[in-house]
């Protein structure tokens, strides 16, 4: 199995073009859409993003953990995620059908896009993500990252070349595209996607599926760990979320395409963010690895440390990137983003500390986190949004992480295991240990 540092290293490397590839695709996609068309598209992905979050039962973390520590054998987690996926994929079905005749559906739907040919293209788009996860899962729990990053590094390329083209077409043509438009050709994209997984999975993952599973020794475990940690995760998604749909119900789509916008481009720290925080989870779950704490807390510093570094850069060069990238109609973005940057350095640092207790099976205890910090977020984001829009809740998400963090900070440097106050500052030694690994990586590759 590869190190830590050493997966690190090519998660990075393949990493960083991923990262700006999906940053070019959504650059692209709003310079088509505008403020509104980005609102309306910002709000769909948003209620995709809920059906598979609160439906999926964390299947994600619960295949890396137990595959990652040998807990169950590979056919019978395979049965176990089939037989999981097949539940969360009707009950999407299900749910979406129940919301289309009750009252609210417009609340969750915009009326403009609130016909069933919308509706079966948000359950198409719950199928295939929660077949991606199911891939994903197994190669993120042997440690294959090498796979991962390349198949999500072809699939943003893939992402960027099609809606590349569909702004050369606008531009030069008189064809106008619509949402609707985009919507098909990133269903396209993500069919493709799973197209890539699938070839992976096949070739290296041929042990036969065990359907001779019990509900003591088998499901009861898988649903004993993926229960705690599904609801923290649902409340962990709304943290992010729920500030699109409480700005929607007191402001216009206009003003969430904006924030959204603001937003999103605070995912740019996924830049560093994403190929790091991917290979904690297998790492401190793996029953063979003997130093965890002791990598837990450089993996801390040097993740913190970096998102920092980012963090401060975009803010020195929002004022000039944003207009120039998204457009003058835009430029209303900068002062959201600038607040933002701090609340999401925050919320993913919480992450690591997360992923800590989770992989210490203290899944029970990150849901009461999560729960503690969602009704927090939800009282600033009242208070501040009717008060203040736009800033109120790039002011009230910020708050919200911040304090998020340090209930993490104090429960893990209370604990008498960690031995470290210090989870935030890369130190020197810190440094030339990780470039001494780094070089050595690059060098054998």
């Known amino acids: 199995m590869r190190s830590i540092s050493e997966n690190a290293t090519y998660s990075i490397l393949t990493q960083i073009p991923t990262q700006i590839f999906a940053i070019l695709s959504s650059i692209i996609i709003t310079r088509i859409l505008g403020p509104e068309g980005k609102g ?11 059906f598979a979050t609160a439906l999926d039962f964390s299947i994600l973390n619960a295949i890396i953990y137990f595959v990652a520590s040998g807990k169950m054998g590979i056919g019978k987690i395979k049965s176990i995620g089939f037989y999981f996926s097949l539940v969360s994929i009707s009950l999407s079905f299900l749910l979406i059908l129940l919301w289309k005749i009750s009252p609210f559906a417009d609340d969750l739907f915009p009326e403009a896009m609130s016909n069933w040919k919308y509706l079966a293209l948000l359950a198409l788009f719950l199928v295939i993500t929660q077949i991606n996860t199911f891939f994903s899962a197994f190669f993120q729990g042997i440690n294959n990252f090498k796979i991962v990053n390349r198949v999500l590094m072809l699939s943003s390329l893939f992402n960027l070349i099609v809606f590349g083209i569909a702004f050369v077409v606008e531009y030069y043509t008189s064809i106008r595209l619509t949402i609707n438009h985009i919507l098909v050709m990133g269903f396209v994209s993500l069919c493709i996607f799973t197209l890539m997984w699938f070839v992976e999975y096949r070739v290296h993952f041929r042990q036969k ?28 998604f709304l943290n992010i979320k729920i500030v699109l ?14 924030f959204s916008v603001a937003l999103g481009l605070t995912q740019l720290l996924h830049l560093t963010s994403a190929p790091l925080m991917q290979l904690l989870m297998p790492y401190l779950s793996n029953k063979d690895v003997s130093n965890k704490n002791v990598v837990f807390i450089s993996f801390a510093r040097l993740h913190f440390s970096f998102l920092i570094l980012f963090g401060l850069i975009g803010i020195l060069l929002s004022k000039w990137f944003i207009p120039l990238l998204y457009g003058q109609e835009f430029t209303a973005a900068t002062e959201p983003f600038n607040i933002l940057i701090f609340g999401i350095v925050c919320s993913f640092q919480t992450r690591v500390f997360a992923t800590y207790f989770l992989a210490e099976g203290k899944a029970q205890l ?4 999560s729960c503690i910090t ?7 984001l009242v208070v501040f949004i009717p008060k203040s829009g736009i800033y109120g809740a790039a002011v009230g998400q910020s708050i919200a992480f911040f304090v998020t963090l340090l ?15 210090n989870l935030f500052i890369v130190t020197p030694t810190d440094i030339k240990l990780f470039a001494q690994k780094f070089l050595t990586h690059i060098k054998t590759w």
């Open 366 to 369: 990150k849901m009461v986190l």
């Open 374 to 380: 969602l009704l927090i977020t939800v009282i600033l």
């Open 40 to 50: 309306f598209y910002a709000i769909f992905y948003a209620n995709v993003s809920l």
């Open 245 to 258: 749909w409480i700005l929607a119900l007191h402001t216009d789509f206009k003003t969430v395409g904006i």
């Open 209 to 236: 599926i065990d359907w001779k599973i019990s509900w003591k020794n088998d499901i009861r475990p898988f649903l004993t760990f993926s229960g705690f940690d599904h609801i923290s995760t649902i409340f962990d």
């Open 407 to 421: 209930v993490y900070f104090i429960l893990i440097v209370s604990g008498p295991r960690i031995g470290s106050f």
